[in-house]
């Protein structure tokens, strides 16, 4: 129903609407700004730098694209294409595709990076103007933002072409013609899971993009471009090696914290949220994963046996428990992966402490033994001279006991490359004994420096002592 309403006090000057356009505004049933009311109050046009900006100087970027044409150019060329992000997410902010993010900074939706090995050339295809801006009935609200049409985003990036979404395909349809090889970060993506045939496809923008180029251009020659994009992100900047210290300091802090609020009774998600929260508190955009914190016999499964189901991951803690952390803060787009053990009554069991005693020294041998020149096979070689021989079948994980780290929590590797100055990555190696009810774990940050290595974790106790002293301090749980 529509009422009526009398407007009895005066409108302020700098209103300047009429009586009239404001009664039309508030009895309009639609809900609709009219037209004069919009040409009137039309907040102003957002320019893309108004809102953020790149997370390094330009330089950075413009060296790694140049570093990542040489590496194209030594493995015979090409054109290298890398999606951006759509640009919607269901449930969280917008984040950029971690390869168009690491070559340009910039967090543009629904576009595509080209650069082009052979002429030296970077590309960036970019839409017009970004349609989340926009809305033809709430123009205050979406007043819209140029994108491909905004000049200063090609200024202050340093990338010198800018272009139209539009156009991408007729720039593909020349390379194609021109017989020219297309790059692609292949990794991961199963060529079978690409037939339209399927009912129930989730497929990642890369995995799209490579669909696109087989239906539309039938004599594409495309090859993976993972080995050298491995190559780049293994080894991190002093830029990079900069965000993830602090980021790792941080991570330490919030388990800590968590650590402190672990009792009788506390549930799972609980600690989950305390945890978070000292992220946010602490600078931290968002976790790099979903939180995993389990206690008892949670602490047996892995995370995607846990997450299988919809509420499993929420069980009260109980005295003579363990849980385990295995978290992460994610800081200006960089990710932690840390992971310690606590006894939730303040006190390990003999059986908990041998076997935590056992896993952090796997872990201590694997960090002795970093530096550069070794392999990570060879890592892997130590650890298993460590382990006694009646542990190795519950001692688990995949190639090394760990994992590179950086934009990604799993960053890009090869296993056979040598260890460099620079190279950040996690030594985990975990302990899960059905046998006897009974699981440890333990995990750092570790970076690889010119003479060895810098645990860039090492403010997190790890020894049962230090770990029981962390349990229950701020809710004077613990310590039992």
């Not at 984040?95 to 900074?105: K, S, V």
């Amino acid at each position: 129903m529509i009422r009526y309403m009398t407007v009895k006090r005066a409108l302020p000057m700098t209103s300047r609407l009429s009586t009239a356009v404001l009664a039309a505004l508030l009895i309009h049933p639609s809900g609709a700004v009219t037209a004069q009311n919009a040409e009137r109050g039309r907040t102003p046009e957002q320019r893309f730098f108004d809102w953020t900006s790149l997370p390094f100087p330009p330089t950075e970027f413009r060296l790694r694209r140049q570093a990542m044409m040489a590496q194209l150019q030594q493995s015979g060329g090409g054109v290298f294409l890398s999606p951006g992000s759509e640009g919607f997410t269901s449930d969280g902010t917008f984040r950029q595709e971690i390869d168009f993010l690491y070559f340009t900074g910039l967090e543009l939706p629904h576009s595509m990076l080209v650069l082009d090995a052979d002429e030296a050339l970077t590309i960036v295809f970019a839409p017009r103007t970004d349609v989340r801006f926009e809305s033809t009935s709430r123009p205050n609200h979406f007043p819209g933002r140029p994108l491909a049409d905004d000049p200063e985003i090609a200024a202050r990036s340093g990338i010198t072409q800018i272009r139209p979404i539009g156009d991408l395909d007729t720039y593909l349809a020349g390379l194609v013609s021109d017989g020219r090889t297309i790059r692609i970060n292949l990794s991961g993506i199963d060529p079978a899971l690409l037939a339209p045939s399927q009912p129930i496809q989730s497929w990642s923008p890369v995995a799209s993009l490579l669909h696109h180029l087989q239906g539309s251009f039938p004599d594409v020659h495309i090859e993976s471009a993972y080995s050298e994009i491995a190559r780049l992100r293994m080894v991190k900047s002093d830029a990079e090696i900069a965000v993830m210290r602090t980021n790792a300091r941080l991570t330490a802090h919030a388990i800590m914290t968590a650590a402190g609020h672990i009792a009788d009774g506390v549930q799972e998600r609980g600690l989950e949220a305390e945890f978070e929260a000292a992220c946010k508190r602490g600078g931290s955009q968002r976790v790099a994963f979903p939180s995993i914190i389990k206690s008892g016999p949670n602490s047996l499964w892995p995370w995607r046996i846990l997450a299988a189901h919809y509420d499993r991951r929420n069980r009260a803690m109980h005295f003579g428990d363990i849980v385990i952390f295995d978290v992460g803060c994610e800081l200006d787009y960089y990710s932690s992966d840390v992971g310690r053990t606590f006894p939730v009554s303040g006190r390990f069991t003999d059986e908990q402490r041998d076997a935590l005693l056992m896993v952090t020294a796997v872990s201590d041998a694997i960090i002795a033994a970093v530096r550069p020149g070794m392999t990570l096979g060879e890592l892997q070689a130590i650890a298993e001279q460590v382990i006694p021989e009646d542990q190795r079948q519950y001692m688990q994980a995949g190639f090394f006991f760990g994992h590179h780290i950086g934009l990604s929590v799993s960053d890009p590797n090869l296993p056979d490359a040598m260890l460099q100055p620079g190279m950040i990555f996690t030594v985990e190696p975990w302990y899960y004994n059905h046998d006897r009810d009974i699981s440890v774990f333990v995990e750092d940050c570790v970076l690889v420096t010119a003479t060895g290595s810098e645990v860039l974790t090492a403010s997190l106790p790890r020894t049962p002592e230090d770990l029981e002293r962390l349990v229950g301090v701020l809710v004077g749980g613990g310590q039992q």
